[in-house]
């Protein structure tokens, strides 16, 4: 295992007091947008445009030689690699989506056999096994984050005995309407506010400004890339991730 120094990721950010985390890539291919990073090397060369464009931290979704997700160590291990050598002490995070691999038994598995580890990874609470891959994940020493996309989760994960070792709640609302987006944010911040846990809060496509400019207001961690979004707040086509990270760190 090879980690390097890190920033903690639950620190303010270098330009608004809030992390800004870049997702580079998520479960999109080059046929989505031609700026998505798919290889390790290109994924590498994504988060350090990202990081020099504002990025604090990062997130990232390894993939087997088709371009899909996958949580196999065979495909993670040199994208972990490639990124901290090409963003040392750079805080990073990846996915353990059940897309990637639907049994929970086999995706905690795939954990343990992890050999470059990630510093945090995040595990949505709505998918059967979340707290099985959680405490993989914690048994490793890897942050967890806890992606909440609806209420019913939230209130599951502030039931869960798990939830006072997370590292972050990660909000995510999975709606293009901006509107509906901010309506869902709301409730689940006030269902996960008394835990007084790190948050941050993201939307995607349509709703994925909005809801940024949304976070930013409330003083929240927020993250902005590809994965989530192609577009400028003006509407106008992003060629790069780096182009989206430098597009939040100015005024909205």
């Not at 994924?43 to 997130?59: F, P």
């Not at 942050?143 to 709640?169: N, Q, T």
């Not at 003006?234 to 005024?251: I, K, Y």
Request: glycine share 10%; proline share 8%.
């Amino acid at each position: 295992m090879v980690r390097a120094p890190t920033r903690d990721c639950g620190a303010p950010g270098r330009h608004s007091g809030a992390v800004l985390k870049a997702c580079l890539n998520g479960p999109l291919t080059l046929a989505d947008h031609p700026g998505v990073p798919v290889t390790p090397a290109a994924i590498a060369q994504a988060a350090a445009e990202a990081v020099a464009a504002g990025a604090d931290a990062l997130h990232v979704h390894p993939k087997d030689s088709l371009g899909r997700d996958s949580l196999r160590a065979e495909h993670l291990d040199p994208v972990v690699r490639a990124i901290r050598a090409a963003a040392p002490g750079v805080p990073l995070g990846v996915t353990t989506g059940a897309w990637a691999e639907p049994l929970p038994a086999t995706r905690a598995a795939h954990v343990t056999a992890w050999t470059e580890l990630p510093d945090f990874a995040s595990v949505n609470w709505h998918e059967e096994g979340a707290e099985l891959v959680a405490t993989a994940l914690l048994g490793r020493g890897i942050g967890v984050e806890a992606g909440i996309w609806y209420p019913d989760a939230a209130a599951a994960f502030v039931a869960s005995p798990l939830a006072g070792r997370c590292l972050r709640i990660l909000v995510e609302t999975t709606t293009d309407s901006a509107e509906e987006a901010l309506v869902t944010a709301a409730a689940i911040l006030d269902t996960v506010r008394p835990l007084g846990l790190p948050t941050l809060l993201h939307g995607e496509g349509g709703s994925a400004w909005p809801v940024y400019e949304y976070a930013s207001a409330l003083g929240l961690d927020r993250r902005i890339g590809l994965e989530d979004v192609q577009v400028l707040p003006d509407g106008s086509p992003a060629a790069s991730n780096a182009h989206l990270v430098a597009a939040a760190v100015r005024p909205l």
